[in-house]
C-alpha cells in the first residue's frame, strides 16, 4: 500500500495519541507530509518482510523540544543531508526510511521527508509510542550496539556520532541538539534489514492509522478509541494546573486534572518529561511509564500534547499496554520508571487499574 | 631533523611562551611526548615542501578548560580513532600531523600522538600562538571553508563535524566538548599538502625549540627571551590579584600585576579568556589580542600559564608582535580585539609600545 494525502488526518491523529502527549506537533508534521505528497507523490509502506537482508533503513527522527519545534519547523534538505552522509559512509543508497518514534510529529513527518527522498517508509518504528531520549528505541533494548547517530540541523551542519553506548549517543546528541537551537532531524542507528529483523516494532505505521480511524464517524469517540488501543479510562475532568518549563532541550513538568460529573472529587496528577510519564491519584500510581499514558479531549478523543494542555480543559486520561519489548528487564532498565528518576518498581498498567 | 626527548623540555618552555597564559599545560603534554618516544622512537619533522600535493595533513588539538586538562589528561587511543576516522573518509592513510596551536600543552603533545600513530610531524601549526576557539586557526583565516571537524574524547566517542562555517564548527564542537567533560581531542580540518601550503603557518615547531633555548645558559634569560621574541616588556613587579573562573569550558578572568623596584607605582591588568588578551594600563592598552602576550617569572623567564597565576609571584609581562597572517582584516575579524567582545580597534604592538 501506499500513503496518500487522505491517509495523513487519520495517521496524524493516531500518532498524537500514539504520543503519550509528546514527540512533537502533529500539526506541523501533517502540513509537511501533505505538501510533500503534493510534490512528490505518494509514499510506499513497505514491511521488512520484503526487503533483502542487506538493505539499508535509516531510522529517522526530530530531536529536541517541542516547545521549540512549534516555532522552528524542520528545513527540507535535513533528510538529504542525512541520507547523502549514509551513501558516504556505506557505499549504497538506503532502501527505506523509518521513524524512530511514531509518537507525535515523528510518526508523520517520516512521510514528508520519505516522499521528498524519493524512498518507502518501513511500517515500523523504533518505540510503538514517544519517547524523550535518543537511546530509548527497541534497537538499543535489542542489543544492538549504538554505533552512529546523524544529525543535521536546519543551518545545514551535518553531525556523525559514533558512541560507545547509548547513553553517550544521548549525552552527545542531546549537546548538539541544544546548540542547533533545541532542534534537529537525527538518523539513530543505520540498520541492515537483516539487523532490524526483531530489533524494530513492526506495523505501527498501519497501527497509528487505524487508531487514528477508530473516532471516525463514532457515536462515542472517547469509548471507540479506548475499545481499539484495548485503554483504562483513568479519569473524566477538568485541567486544573499545569506547570511547564523548558530546559536542557526538554520540556518538564506536572498536569493535574480533577474529577468532573460522577468523578468530582478525584484528582489525577501527571508528571511529564515531554511525555507523559506517571499518573498518580492520592499518593497511587495508577499507570507509570513505558505504558501509555495519554490526555484526549473527552468530547472528540483528540490527544491533547503536553504542549497544549490549557486551564479549563474537559479532558480524560486514558492508559495502555506498552509494547511487549519494554516490559523486559532491558527495556525497563532503559525506560522503565527508575530510568527517569522515579524510585518505583514498574507494574503494568493491566494491573493497576485491574479495580478501576 | 627528528624530535628526540632531549628536546622535549626546550620544546615545552617555548611552546608555554608563545601559549599567551594559554593552549593547556605543558607538563602533561611533555610527559606523555617523553613516554611516547621511548616507546615508538623519535618523531621525524617534515617541511610542508617536502610533502606531496595529495598527502593527507592532519592537523590535531586538545579542546577544552586547561584547569580540566590538568585532572583530565588525553588517553592514548584518542589519536588513533581519529586518523582511523580520516582513514575512513578518505580512503588512504594521513602522511603527517600537525599540531592546530602551537602555544601550549597542543605544541607539544602532537609530538606523543605522532610517535604512537608512527607518523611525521609537520613543522608547521594553525596559529604560531594559541587562541580558544576552533575557528581561530590560519586555515580559516586563509579561506579554506570550514568543512570537517573530527573529535575523540576520553570514553572512546567519535564525532564527525560537517559544520557550515567556521562559527557553527566552535559552537557545535564546544557542545560536544562540554558534553564530553570540558576535554577532548580534535582534528580541525583535514588538509591535503597543497591545500595547506600558505594556509598554515609554516617553521612553528622549529621556532618553539629556539625560543625554549633562548634561555638555556643564558646570564639573563629574561633579555635573551625577549631579544629572540622581539618583545617589548610591559612590566616587572608582582602579581597582586587573580580572578579566574570555569565556564561553558573556557577560563575567564584578570590578572593585576604591582610594578617593583624602579616601576614601583605602575599597575597592569591582564584579561583573560584562557588566554591573556588584552594588557591595560592606567585605562590605557598597551598590548592587545592577536598580538602575543606573555606572563614569565622575572628570573627563569619561563612562561606562567593563566592557571599558574598565584598572588606573590614576581614576574615580567612580555608582549610581541603576532604572525603577520593575523593582521589581515579577515585574521582581524577572527581573532581581533572585537572577536573576543572588546571594543577596541587594533593597534599593532609595536605602535603601542613605542614609547614603553
Given at each position: 500500500m501506499s500513503i496518500e494525502i487522505n491517509d495523513i488526518p487519520a495517521l496524524a491523529r493516531g500518532c498524537a495519541i500514539l504520543g503519550t502527549g509528546g514527540g512533537g506537533d502533529v500539526r506541523t508534521g501533517s502540513l509537511a507530509a501533505i505538501r510533500a505528497i503534493r510534490a512528490y507523490g505518494e509514499v510506499p509502506l513497505v514491511r521488512l518482510?520484503?526487503?533483502?537482508?542487506d538493505a539499508l533503513v535509516v531510522p529517522l527522527s526530530g530531536i529536541g523540544a517541542p516547545t521549540v519545534s512549534h516555532e522552528m519547523i524542520h528545513g527540507e534538505d535535513e533528510p538529504k543531508r542525512i541520507v547523502e552522509e549514509v551513501e558516504r559512509l556505506f557505499g549504497r543508497r538506503p532502501s527505506a526510511i523509518m521513524s524512530?518514534?511514531?509518537?507525535?510529529?515523528n510518526g508523520v513527518a517520516p512521510v514528508a521527508w520519505a516522499a521528498r527522498l524519493g524512498l518507502p517508509l518501513l511500517?515500523?518504528?523504533?518505540?510503538?509510542r514517544a519517547f524523550p531520549?535518543?537511546?530509548?528505541?527497541s534497537m538499543y533494548v535489542a542489543g544492538l550496539p549504538a554505533e552512529l547517530v546523524i544529525m543535521s540541523d536546519i543551518v545545514g551542519n551535518v553531525v556523525t556520532i559514533r558512541p560507545v553506548d547509548g547513553l553517550w549517543s544521548e549525552r552527545l546528541a542531546r549537546a548538539v541538539c541544544v546548540a542547533a537551537g533545541s532542534h534537529a532531524l537525527m538518523a539513530d542507528y543505520v540498520l541492515t534489514a537483516a539487523r532490524a529483523r526483531g530489533a524494530v516494532i513492526e506495523g505501527t505505521v498501519t497501527r497509528a492509522l487505524e487508531v487514528g480511524r477508530a473516532?471516525?464517524?463514532?457515536?462515542d469517540p472517547l469509548r471507540a478509541l479506548q475499545d481499539r488501543l484495548g485503554a483504562a479510562r483513568l479519569i473524566t475532568g477538568k485541567l486544573t494546573d499545569v506547570e511547564r518549563r523548558t530546559t536542557g532541550g526538554f520540556v518538564r513538568g506536572t498536569a493535574t486534572i480533577e474529577g468532573t460529573?460522577?468523578?468530582?472529587?478525584r484528582r489525577l496528577t501527571l508528571e511529564l518529561q515531554n511525555e507523559n510519564l506517571v499518573a498518580l491519584e492520592n499518593g497511587e500510581v495508577r499507570a507509570m511509564v513505558p505504558d501509555l499514558i495519554t490526555v484526549v479531549d473527552?468530547?472528540?478523543a483528540a490527544a491533547v500534547q503536553t504542549e497544549g494542555l490549557r486551564y479549563g480543559q474537559r479532558v480524560s486520561v486514558l492508559a495502555w499496554p506498552c509494547d511487549?519489548?519494554?516490559?523486559?528487564p532491558k527495556g525497563l532498565e532503559t525506560a522503565g520508571p527508575r530510568a527517569f528518576g522515579y524510585d518505583l518498581d514498574y507494574v503494568p498498567v493491566e494491573e493497576l487499574t485491574a479495580h478501576g
Open positions: 518482510a520484503d526487503l533483502p537482508d524512530c518514534e511514531i509518537g507525535g510529529a511500517d515500523a518504528d523504533g518505540m510503538g531520549e535518543v537511546q530509548m528505541v473516532t471516525e464517524g463514532a457515536a460529573g460522577a468523578e468530582r472529587g473527552t468530547e472528540t511487549a519489548l519494554w516490559r523486559t
